[in-house]
């Protein structure tokens, strides 16, 4: 941004500009689609990958399906984890593809139903209509490449990062939902929400005359990034919590779901905890931004709204706790978990773009 503060004249259309505002809110959309993939259990509706049960229509009975359609979608899989174990083995990650091929349980096929395989369909669907947004994204920037590459490049990152993601997500289908992939795909897609955050922010940020002490500004900076750093780790304890949830229902069943709390291990009360000290953070940085916020108005009006994301992401996570964790609340979690990360890093933006033009006179996109 900072090399284009010549280019006075430049500005973005109306239609770039609304592109990327549906294709941010597509992506928090497909999280919340698979958050509900993920509470319901319908991960594996579909065996193979992109299409479902070899079909791009999935079946809506099991009678479409041939008899030994188990079998046959568990070698399927088995013979994507061995080209997977292959490229793991060139990265000097061997015994990992190893303990893959040999995990028995990878290899289970789940019957067919039919509620799980539309839930994961219609995710995919959603996935989709994610990819085309973004493809969009990338051919219309093509016209503002001369005044703004960074454009270009935000909007092309995107579609290499959701291609990368596509792919994960067909081996986490080939493993059977294994944790640790589950875990990277749902970082990789929150990267991809900061890559288009950013694309969003610098077609639509305008002349904005905010202005704060340098000294300010670096402390600013600096609680940021330690609030991102730590909602990450908290979603990512998020995903180690739920995997021990897996292995507890399996355990106790349905019927003992008012129990499943009480089956989980120390990550839940670190998870639980460190939810507090989120909060902390948080206030510290609104009440940073109280002492200034004659000068930084629209900046203090986000973290209200942050810190209003970080309460009722709270709020949701003690419904879970306390109310035999319905399966809604699940996915209102999750969304919720990556607004905050989505909001920090839009605010992170604001905080850096106002330290770029506090010596500048000039704009660089209007």
């Keep these: ?7 006075k004249s430049f500005k973005v259309s109306s239609y770039y500009r609304n592109l990327t505002l549906v294709t941010v809110i597509a992506v928090y959309l497909l999280i919340l689609a698979g958050g509900i993939v993920r509470s319901t ?5 579909c065996p193979d990958w992109p299409k479902c049960f070899g079909q791009w229509v999935p079946p809506t009975s099991v009678d479409e399906l041939p008899e030994d359609y188990q079998d046959f979608y568990a070698e399927y899989r088995h013979q994507k984890n061995i080209k997977f174990a292959k490229y793991l083995d060139v990265f000097g990650y061997s015994e990992i593809g190893r303990a893959i091929l040999e995990d028995e349980s990878i290899k289970e096929e789940a019957a067919f139903n039919a509620s799980k395989t539309w839930t994961e369909y219609l995710n ?6 994610v990819g085309f947004l973004i493809i969009l994204c990338v ?6 490449l001369k005044q703004s590459k960074i454009i270009f490049i935000l909007a092309f990152s995107s579609l290499v ?28 897609a929150l990267v991809i929400l900061a890559v288009l955050t950013a694309l969003y922010f610098v077609v639509h940020h305008n002349k904005n005359k905010e202005k ?18 730590m909602i990450l780790i908290q979603i990512i304890l998020g995903t180690q919590v739920r995997e021990s949830l897996d292995i507890v229902a399996d355990r ?64 949701s996570g003690t419904i879970m706790a306390y109310f035999a964790i319905p399966f809604w609340a699940q996915p209102i979690h999750l969304v919720l978990g990556s607004m905050i990360f989505g909001a920090q890093f ?11 033009m506090t010596n500048k006179k000039e704009y660089a996109i209007s």
Aim: with cysteine; glycine share 8%.
């Design 124 to 129: 995919r669907l959603l996935g989709a209509i």
């Design 41 to 45: 259990g319908s991960g594996m509706g």
């Design 212 to 229: 704060t002490g340098l000294q300010n500004r670096k402390k600013l900076s600096y609680v940021l990034v330690i609030a991102m750093a």
């Design 1 to 7: 941004m900072q090399n284009q503060t010549h280019n």
């Design 252 to 315: 106790l069943g349905e019927a003992l779901r008012g129990s499943w709390i009480e089956g989980l291990g120390v990550e839940f009360y670190i998870h639980r905890s460190f939810s507090i000290a989120i909060a902390l953070v948080h206030f510290y940085l609104l009440f940073e931004l109280f002492k200034l916020k004659n000068g930084l108005n629209n900046i203090y009006r986000n973290v209200k709204i942050l810190l209003s994301l970080i309460i009722l992401e709270i709020l």
């Design 139 to 144: 051919l219309c920037s093509l016209k503002y």
């Design 161 to 188: 990062l959701v291609l990368i993601q596509g792919w994960i997500g067909s081996v986490v289908v080939s493993t059977n939902l294994l944790s640790w992939l589950i875990t990277v795909h749902m970082v990789l």
């Design 346 to 356: 839009y605010i992170f933006l604001q905080v850096a773009y106002t330290t770029q």
